[in-house]
C-alpha cells in the first residue's frame, strides 16, 4: 500500500532552520506530483507548496516565498521541505501528499495520498 512518511520536525527558535523530509512508498514515486500542507491548531489546513514530478515546476504560498524551498529526489522517493527563517506563525503539524491530478493543485481535495504528518514549532 501507498505510505507517504515525514520526518524533522522539531521544536526551534524563532530565525532557525529546519528541514523536512518525506519518504514515499507503494508508489511509483516520480509519476506523482507532490506537496506539503500543514494545519495550525485550530485552524483549517493549508497548502505551502508544491512541485512537479520532474521537480522543474514549483509554486509556494505568499506567506513562505523566499523562506521555504521544496525539492524531490526521484531516486530516493523523497520529497524535501526545507525552512528558513522560521517564524512563530509556521508553528503547525506539515503533511506532505501526492496526486496525480493537473491544475492548480493547492486543495486537499486534489490529493489522494497522504503522510501522518510531522510537528513544527517555532518559540518567539
Known amino acids: 500500500q501507498v505510505q507517504l512518511v515525514e520526518s524533522g520536525g522539531g521544536l526551534v527558535q524563532a530565525g532557525a532552520s529546519l528541514r523536512l523530509s518525506c519518504v514515499a512508498s507503494?508508489?511509483?514515486?516520480?509519476?506523482?506530483?507532490m506537496a506539503w500542507f500543514r494545519q495550525a491548531p485550530g485552524k483549517e489546513s493549508e497548502f505551502v507548496a508544491r512541485?512537479?514530478?520532474?521537480?522543474?515546476?514549483?509554486y509556494y504560498r505568499d506567506s513562505v516565498k523566499g523562506r521555504f524551498t521544496i525539492s524531490r529526489d526521484n531516486a530516493k522517493n523523497t520529497l524535501y521541505l526545507q525552512m528558513n527563517t522560521l517564524k512563530p506563525e509556521d508553528t503547525a503539524v506539515y503533511y506532505c501528499?501526492?496526486?496525480?491530478?493537473?491544475?492548480?493543485?493547492?486543495?486537499?481535495?486534489?490529493?489522494?495520498?497522504w503522510g501522518q504528518g510531522t510537528q513544527v514549532t517555532v518559540s518567539s
Open positions: 507503494g508508489l511509483t514515486f516520480g509519476a506523482y506530483r
Open positions: 512541485m512537479s514530478q520532474s521537480g522543474s515546476s514549483t
Open positions: 501528499a501526492a496526486t496525480l491530478k493537473i491544475g492548480p493543485l493547492r486543495s486537499r481535495l486534489d490529493y489522494a495520498y
